[in-house]
């Protein structure tokens, strides 16, 4: 067809899965074109998640990726539960050895963009409209999409695709149904996301856990703070004006001895189903699946980020054997992915259950949390298995 050309790897999805798919197969001289819905500009602001673990930053490290998160990102060596007025500290970083670093996605997103395409002379298409998969459990997988400017339609032959476009892309509907399972889980909650415009209330992650509901406050620069209310579901950011959200705030975080919340201007309000899936297996023919395309974990316990890293440095180093004639890689990729998947689940539902037991109008469901956070509090060994948990565990990469 008018447009044809070849690679080795199309990657469908600029977000961090993706990106880091395209750097290291870019650093191994392995050829590959990215392809992104959005603009440039679009996906460089748009508002994500912010922590990132230990071992993914030292990961990125390795691969030549975490020069400006070093230099730029705040680390966090604890955080608060607030409940009954009072305050109760979890020293992550003695606990586990670990601490987490915080660096909104977006940043991360310039970074390696910046990486690929400036640095590396990466081959990237913003924009692209109507993207097809062709072929994928056959012997000559192909991506076409329509160029935004001219229309014209473009095809790029390739050996493997790597689908990297969330929870809403072409990618994972390219799998037929019954060549895999979509597990989902419903937290039965949700929360209103705001972004305010003024300084943190606290050094770090708040949990304010209380009969009306979780309110949660997550500084994110010296000006930004990021807060969490659990709502209604089908609540929308309409049925809370930026009085409501605040005064809720105010009473969900108090204890004693906090210093008081600093108000300012929400720029940005969300309200989010707390709902988790996964996809297995993560591959299909010759598409392999990355990030939210396979897995999406509620942000309860802000492990989303970490896992589409996880899957993108498992992937590129598999994708890297492939070029070279090893296999291996590619045919254990999915199995070796969702061994954390289902761990960092998991830890999602236990603190899901804490957080939000207190407001779930079910006896057994709060006392059961309330036993949790004493036993939280009153054992080291507890404290230490729920700190590696909530940091993240150690990886081989």
């Given at each position: 067809?008018?447009?044809?050309?070849?690679?080795?790897?199309?990657?469908v999805?600029?977000?961090?899965?993706?990106?880091t798919?395209?750097?290291?197969?870019?650093?191994?001289?392995?050829?590959?074109?990215?392809?992104?819905?959005?603009?440039?500009?679009?996906?460089?602001?748009?508002?994500?998640?912010?922590?990132?673990?230990?071992?993914?930053?030292?990961?990125?490290?390795?691969?030549?990726?975490?020069?400006?998160?070093?230099?730029?990102?705040?680390t966090?060596?604890e955080?608060?539960?607030?409940?009954?007025g009072?305050?109760?500290?979890?020293?992550?970083?003695?606990?586990?050895?670990?601490?987490?670093?915080?660096?909104p996605?977006?940043?991360?997103?310039?970074?390696?963009?910046?990486?690929?395409?400036?640095?590396?002379?990466?081959?990237?298409?913003?924009?692209?409209?109507d993207?097809?998969?062709?072929?994928?459990?056959?012997?000559?997988?192909?991506v076409?999409y329509?160029d935004?400017?001219?229309g014209?339609?473009?095809?790029?032959?390739?050996?493997?695709?790597?689908?990297?476009?969330?929870a809403?892309?072409?990618?994972?509907?390219?799998?037929?149904?019954?060549?895999?399972?979509?597990?989902?889980?419903?937290?039965?909650?949700?929360?209103?996301?705001?972004?305010a415009?003024?300084?943190?209330?606290?050094?770090?992650v708040?949990?304010?856990?209380?009969?009306?509901?979780?309110?949660?406050?997550?500084?994110r620069?010296?000006?930004?703070?990021?807060?969490?209310?659990?709502?209604?579901?089908?609540?929308?950011?309409?049925?809370?004006?930026?009085?409501?959200?605040?005064?809720?705030?105010?009473?969900?975080?108090?204890?004693r001895g906090?210093?008081?919340?600093?108000?300012?201007?929400?720029?940005?309000?969300?309200?989010?189903?707390?709902?988790?899936?996964?996809?297995?297996?993560?591959?299909?023919?010759?598409?392999?699946?990355?990030?939210?395309?396979?897995?999406?974990?509620?942000?309860?316990a802000?492990?989303?980020?970490?896992?589409?890293?996880?899957?993108?440095?498992?992937?590129?180093?598999?994708?890297?054997a492939?070029?070279?004639?090893?296999?291996?890689?590619?045919?254990?990729?999915?199995?070796?992915?969702?061994?954390?998947?289902?761990?960092?689940?998991?830890?999602s539902?236990?603190?899901?259950e804490?957080?939000?037991?207190?407001?779930?109008?079910?006896?057994?469901?709060?006392?059961?949390?309330?036993?949790?956070?004493?036993?939280?509090?009153?054992?080291?060994?507890?404290?230490?298995?729920?700190a590696?948990?909530?940091?993240?565990?150690?990886?081989?990469?």
């Amino acid at each position: 067809m008018p447009g044809s050309s070849r690679t080795s790897v199309v990657i469908v999805g600029a977000g961090p899965a993706g990106l880091t798919v395209a750097n290291v197969l870019r650093a191994a001289g392995v050829d590959c074109v990215l392809l992104e819905a959005e603009s440039r500009e679009f996906i460089e602001r748009r508002p994500r998640a912010g922590f990132i673990e230990e071992w993914a930053v030292r990961a990125l490290a390795r691969q030549g990726l975490a020069g400006r998160l070093l230099e730029r990102a705040e680390t966090q060596a604890e955080f608060e539960f607030r409940f009954g007025g009072e305050r109760h500290a979890i020293r992550t970083a003695r606990l586990s050895g670990r601490r987490h670093f915080v660096y909104p996605q977006p940043l991360l997103v310039s970074d390696l963009l910046a990486s690929y395409v400036e640095g590396a002379g990466g081959r990237a298409h913003f924009g692209v409209r109507d993207v097809r998969l062709h072929d994928v459990d056959g012997s000559a997988p192909a991506v076409s999409y329509q160029d935004p400017g001219t229309g014209e339609r473009h095809r790029l032959e390739c050996d493997i695709i790597v689908g990297a476009d969330g929870a809403r892309g072409v990618c994972r509907s390219a799998i037929p149904a019954e060549r895999a399972v979509l597990t989902r889980y419903d937290h039965g909650v949700a929360w209103l996301a705001v972004l305010a415009e003024a300084p943190p209330s606290a050094d770090g992650v708040v949990f304010g856990i209380h009969e009306r509901g979780l309110g949660a406050h997550m500084a994110r620069s010296r000006e930004i703070t990021r807060y969490y209310l659990e709502v209604p579901s089908g609540d929308g950011a309409g049925d809370w004006p930026d009085e409501r959200v605040w005064e809720e705030l105010h009473i969900r975080l108090a204890a004693r001895g906090a210093r008081p919340l600093t108000e300012g201007p929400l720029s940005e309000k969300t309200v989010l189903d707390m709902h988790n899936y996964v996809v297995e297996p993560m591959a299909y023919g010759r598409l392999y699946l990355a990030g939210d395309a396979a897995h999406l974990v509620a942000p309860i316990a802000a492990k989303g980020m970490n896992l589409a890293i996880n899957d993108a440095l498992l992937l590129g180093e598999a994708l890297i054997a492939h070029a070279k004639g090893d296999d291996r890689g590619l045919a254990g990729y999915s199995e070796a992915c969702l061994r954390r998947v289902w761990q960092y689940l998991e830890f999602s539902q236990w603190l899901s259950e804490v957080l939000h037991g207190a407001s779930s109008g079910d006896r057994f469901r709060a006392g059961t949390a309330a036993a949790r956070l004493r036993r939280l509090l009153g054992s080291e060994s507890a404290a230490k298995a729920f700190a590696g948990l909530y940091i993240g565990e150690e990886s081989d990469l």
